[in-house]
């Protein structure tokens, strides 16, 4: 029997394959947010009817806008720190050579493929060795390891697609270095540079294992607050949090890659 053109579903079992994959990843994110809108009692999966009362007592919760503080302050300096060093890392790389170049670049972007609690130990093993007392400082210091690799991938990758011949026009028309780099490479790279801040610090915000090793009195980022309060089952006011943080951070993903698009379509 011969399907009508606007048959809603798969044809082949490659697409009911897909179809299932896609339930399988996402379908946990339909029900944590149906949920986040059921008028039940703590502690419970039955559901009773649709509120928004979870989403009130979240708005109302003052220890996480404390958390949620302390993650952006986090995330923000983080990636501003990174952004600089990542840039300069990824031009510097594309650009110069200098003896044991390959071993740099290798080690470099190491943070990418090792684990996370491998991080975690080590640094929390480094601080330890130095002696430092673990703070909001030393969450930053950690996540600047990764965010600082991420920046720098995104950034080579965009340096890969640029046409030399602009800033080798720019010096020869009687730029300095430093105003070619300034005037000319960073207007080019900037949608790159952007894109990849923007997916170093979702990161940022999301990331528990580093955090929780390196956090110290008084530093309380916000995947921490939320791992302590569903030990002992998940409130349906974290449901409701679950949910704004998803849509957060779909939206700035979507943003930075929107940006990554917007650069590469000019060069084309």
């Not at 009362?53 to 923000?76: G, M, N, P």
């Not at 028309?173 to 005037?183: E, F, K, N, V």
């Amino acid at each position: 029997m011969r399907l009508p053109a606007f048959w809603p579903l798969p044809r082949t079992w490659q697409g009911w394959l897909t179809t299932a994959l896609f339930a399988f990843m996402y379908g946990p994110i339909l029900v944590l947010t149906v949920y986040s809108f059921n008028d039940s009692i703590r502690y419970t999966s039955v559901w009773q009817g649709f509120s928004l009362k979870w989403y009130e007592s979240l708005f109302q919760d003052t220890r996480i806008f404390r958390a949620l503080q302390d993650t952006l302050f986090v995330a923000i300096v983080a990636v501003a720190i990174s952004s600089v060093l990542g840039t300069l890392m990824a031009i510097g790389l594309a650009k110069y050579y200098f003896p044991g170049k390959g071993v740099y670049r290798g080690v470099s972007y190491l943070p990418l493929i090792i684990p996370d609690i491998s991080i975690a130990v080590a640094t929390l093993v480094f601080l330890a060795s130095l002696a430092i007392p673990l703070s909001i400082w030393t969450i930053i210091a950690a996540h600047m390891v990764f965010c600082l690799a991420y920046i720098a991938v995104v950034v080579s990758s965009r340096l890969g697609s640029l046409d030399p011949n602009l800033e080798e026009a720019a010096l020869d028309l009687g730029a300095t270095p430093a105003q070619a780099l300034i005037q000319v490479l960073l207007p080019q790279l900037m949608p790159a540079i952007v894109a990849g801040c923007l997916l170093a610090f979702v990161l940022s915000v999301d990331d528990l294992l580093i955090s929780s090793f390196t956090a110290g009195g008084g530093a309380n980022p916000l995947p921490l607050e939320i791992f302590s309060r569903i030990r002992n089952g998940v409130k349906p006011d974290m449901n409701a949090l679950s949910v704004l943080l998803i849509l957060a951070s779909g939206m700035i993903a979507a943003l930075g890659e929107y940006l990554r698009y917007k650069g590469s379509m000019t060069d084309g």
